[in-house]
């Protein structure tokens, strides 16, 4: 059985930092990618950083560049995002996912961006972040 589990939101001031963790089980981590996305309320759950654990590329929406970095501890099967430089915009349930076997690999669709959610197999239960202003 596939497991993700989200830990280490919180409420943090605006400017402040918070480091997400993703605990994987039940597939060879080795091989897939894990995606962090977020939603806010009454917005969509969009895409936020993606490592492939194959290679340790990663990527980013744009908004996340130069504050975020997805990281990864193959031996914990753990993924990792840190956040620095938080906005309010920023507070949302951030949620790790994966792919199934099919695209376990990819971290980009055909367009060039992070894949979307329905493109996900796998989810965790959600982490909530909250940054004040």
């Known amino acids: 059985e596939v497991r993700l589990e989200e830990s280490g939101g919180g409420l943090v001031q605006a400017g402040g930092s918070l480091r997400l963790s993703c605990v994987a089980s039940g597939f060879t981590f080795d091989d897939y990618t894990i995606n962090w996305f977020r939603q806010a309320p009454g917005k969509d759950r969009e895409g936020v950083a993606c490592i492939s654990n194959s290679d340790g590329e990663t990527y980013y929406r744009e908004s996340a560049k130069g504050r975020f970095t997805v990281s990864k501890d193959n031996a914990k099967n753990t993924v990792y995002l840190q956040m620095n430089g938080l906005k309010p915009e920023d507070t949302a349930v951030y949620y790790c996912?994966?792919?199934?076997?099919?695209?376990?690999?990819?971290?980009?669709?055909?367009?060039?961006?992070?894949?979307?959610?329905?493109?996900?197999?796998?989810w965790g239960k959600g982490a909530l972040v909250t940054v004040s202003s």
């Open positions: 996912a994966a792919p199934g076997p099919i695209t376990r690999r990819q971290c980009l669709s055909r367009t060039g961006s992070l894949r979307p959610y329905y493109g996900m197999d796998y």
